[in-house]
């Protein structure tokens, strides 16, 4: 079974950048799509965006599209999420997690779709 862990959250300032990082274990992290969601406080878990198995397709939530850029190292067995040009709104907890199946389907954004939820990790974006 995959774990993942978060990383790289933090406290920034309105037009700023983060980068988030989401770390697995096992050996076949490869074979995964990977989505990341976010979760603001007293709302639900939302999508965020998904990234292909190879690293070569990738789905954005309209939200962010233009301003978050997801990628993945399959060696190093981690995806990031580069974010930029941060708005208050984009405050909230972010996740990783794997797609359920062994499919290639990056562009579904139903967070059922979606297991081995990591532990998030907190973005907070100030005015």
């Known amino acids: 079974q995959v774990q993942l862990v978060e990383s790289g959250g933090g406290l920034v300032q309105a037009g700023g950048s983060l980068r988030l990082s989401c770390a697995a274990s096992?050996?076949?992290?490869?074979?995964?799509?990977i989505g990341w969601f976010r979760q603001a406080p007293g709302k639900e878990r939302v999508f965020v965006g998904a990234?292909?198995?190879?690293?070569?397709?990738?789905y954005y939530a309209d939200s962010v599209k233009g301003r978050f850029t997801i990628s993945r190292d399959n060696a190093k067995n981690t995806v990031y999420l580069q974010m930029n040009s941060l708005k208050p709104e984009d405050t909230a907890v972010y996740y990783c997690?794997?797609?359920?199946?062994?499919?290639?389907?990056?562009?579904?954004?139903?967070?059922?779709?979606?297991?081995?939820w990591g532990q998030g990790t907190q973005v907070t974006v100030s005015t």
């Open positions: 990234i292909s198995r190879s690293g070569g397709s990738i």
């Open positions: 096992g050996p076949i992290f490869s074979r995964y799509v």
């Open positions: 997690a794997v797609r359920r199946d062994y499919s290639d389907i990056y562009y579904t954004a139903s967070s059922s779709d979606y297991g081995s």
